[in-house]
């Protein structure tokens, strides 16, 4: 699958563990984006992603003619409760030089194709707020806003909303 002409998406692999965290980690020192507030290790994310292939559902890696790791996307389960089975949440998160180069609609859309063809039928994005490209993002792959939580989460000392986009299969 080719994306921005010289980019390629590939399901993640255990040892990409330590590429995808250096990725996910400016996110989490730096942003807001991610409600966590500690660097991940390589060993967690190896984990993070055998747990979400062991789960059956996808985890894709997007990567550089040279095969680095441009970014990647994921779902999840949303709740544990058995009647959410056919519902997931979906994860993108790009190397901070990648954002803007025409790689985070195509990597989605292919983890949006994996959803699908896993036969889910709903999938929901969380974004913190505000967050002009993921929005913008979320509705050019048909993903309308559906709820919007005032000041639930605190980081970098302030307090941050998230709203919630959904899309139906």
Request: hydrophobic share 40%.
């Amino acid at each position: 699958m080719t994306i921005a002409s010289a980019t390629s998406v590939r399901p993640a692999r255990s040892d990409d563990g330590e590429a995808l965290a250096r990725i996910y980690n400016h996110y989490v020192l730096n942003t807001c984006v991610t409600f966590e507030t500690d660097a991940v290790t390589a060993g967690d994310m190896a984990a993070r992603i055998r747990e979400t292939l062991d789960a059956g559902l996808p985890w894709l890696l997007a990567e550089g003619p040279d095969g680095a790791p441009l970014g990647y996307a994921y779902a999840s389960r949303w709740k544990g409760r058995c009647a959410y089975r056919h519902t997931v949440e979906s994860t993108v998160y790009l190397d901070a030089g990648a954002v803007g180069r025409g790689i985070g609609q195509p990597l989605y859309g292919a983890l949006l194709d994996a959803i699908r063809a896993g036969g889910m039928h709903a999938v929901i994005g969380g974004i913190a707020l505000p967050n002009a490209r993921s929005i913008a993002l979320h509705q050019r792959l048909g993903f309308h806003k559906v709820a919007h939580f005032e000041q639930v989460g605190r980081k970098q000392d302030r307090w941050i909303d998230v709203g919630y986009w959904q899309r139906l299969f």
